[in-house]
C-alpha cells in the first residue's frame, strides 16, 4: 500500500554558521541524523556530526557528571581571576547564564568577536552603520559588494539563498540583469570569480588607501593608491556605487584586519548614503557571536573583553583572551565552545597550559585534550534548542533536531552555578 | 645569525594569506583530528613563477 504523502513538512534551522537557514529537512532515526536536505556541505558536517559516548572527564580519566561539575565549581571558586571565553555556538539563553556566572565569580568574560568582527558588531548595536536584514538584501538589493570575505565557502548558501542568486520580490530578474556583485579582495577567492569582471584585487593592508581611493572616485576626483591602482578601474566602480538603489556591503574579517580603526569604513558609507543607498552588514562566522554581543552589550553597555568586578565592570583590550593570556592575568579558564588553543597563535595560547582549564564543548578539540574538566555538551541547534541572533540581526529559535543522553551547556552552566 | 645566508639554494620573501574553504571546515567539523583535516590544513600554494625561481624539484624540501 501506498503512504499517503507527508504535506507537511517540518523545517529545521541550520546553526553551522551565522546565516542560521532555517529551511533545512531533516531524515533522522534512533536520534542519529541520518539524511540532511537542503544544508550546505558544512551545514550537512554539522548536522551530522559524529558522536562518541556520553563523555566527562578530570585530568583525563573518565568520571560522572556530578564530579566533573563539582570539581569545575572548585576551580572557579578557588580562582582570583577566572577568564570564561568562547558561548559564539551557545544559545542567547546559555550566554545569559555565562554572564550571570562571570557576574558571580568576578570574572573576565570575553567572546572571539574581541579578534575579529567585535568593533563592527558594536558599531551596528550603537546605530552608527546602517543595516538591513538578509531579507531585504534577496528581496531589494542591486548592488552587493564582498569585501575581505568569501562567503562562498565560510557561508556556503549565502549568495543563493540570499544577497546573489536568488529571484527577490521587487528582484523578479535576479542576477543576470538586476544584480551587480562586486569582490575586493587580496586573493582570487571563489566569491571573486563569480564577481567575475567586478573582483579588485588589492595588496595586503591596502583597503584604507583602496577606501580612499574609492571616496575620491565617489566624490569626482582622480583616485590615487601607492600601489598604483588603475584610476579607471575605480572610477568604473564608483560609477556602479552611485547608481545603486539598494546596495549592500558585506564587510569580512579581511577588511577589519587590514583596518586600524573603523574611521575609514564610517566615512565610505557616509559618502556612499549622500550619493546612494547602501547598508552594511557584517559576516559573522559562529553562529551567535551577534547574540554574544547583543546581549553582553544590554547587560554591560560594552560587547566583549569585560572584567566584573563586586558589582561592577571594567573593559578594555586588556580583558580580552589575546590580552590577558598575553599578561597571564587570568588564573583559570572555563571554554565554552571554542577551541583557543587552535585559533589563537601558540606563543599566546600556551600561557593557558600553565592555567586549570574546564573545557564544555559538544566535540574533543585540542582545548578539550589539554583541560583539567572536559564536559562534553549536546550539539546546539541539532541537539538542544533555544535561540540565536542571525548575522543581520534578527532573532532566529529552533527546536532540537534529534534527542541526546548529553546534556545541553545551558544544563551544565546552571549546575555550575548550583555547585558554586 | 642569517641562516640564509649558509644555504645554496636561492631564497624569496613569501607573504603567506591563510584562508579557509569549503572542504577545510567540513573536514574539521568531521574529525579535527582526522587526516583530510590535516591534509587540507597544511598547504601553502606558491606561483608557479616564484617555484620556478626556487629550483625546487618534486618532493624537496622548501623550508
Known sequence: MCEEPDMEKNYYVCTGCGLLCDDIEVESEKNVVNKVYTACRVGVAHMKETRGEVNFRVDNKPVDEATAIKEAASILKNARNPLIFGLGTSTNETQKIAIELAKKINATLDDPSSFCLGPLAEALIQDKLKTCTLDDVRNKADVIIYWGTDPSDSHPRHLSKHSYFPRGSEKQRGWEEERTAVAIDVRKSHTAKICGNYFFQIPPKGDTEFIDALIAGLSGKLPKTSYNYPPKKILELANILKGAKFGVVFVGRGLIYSLENLEPLFKLMKILNEKANFHLIPMVGNYNTMGFNENLFAETGYVNSVKFENGTVKHGPEYSIVESLKAKTVDAALIIGSDPLLILPRSISKNMLEIPVISVDNCETLTSKHAKVYINTAISGVESGGSAIRMDGVKVNFEPVIETNNPSDEVILKKIMEAL | ?63
Open chain 2, 1 to 63: 645569525m642569517d641562516f640564509g645566508s649558509f644555504l645554496a639554494a636561492p631564497e624569496i620573501e613569501v607573504k603567506v594569506i591563510t584562508y579557509r574553504d569549503i572542504f577545510q571546515d567540513k573536514a574539521m567539523l568531521e574529525n579535527r583530528f582526522g587526516e583530510e583535516y590535516r591534509d587540507l590544513s597544511a598547504v601553502i600554494k606558491l606561483d608557479p613563477a616564484d617555484l620556478k625561481q626556487l629550483s625546487v624539484k618534486k618532493g624537496e624540501t622548501v623550508i
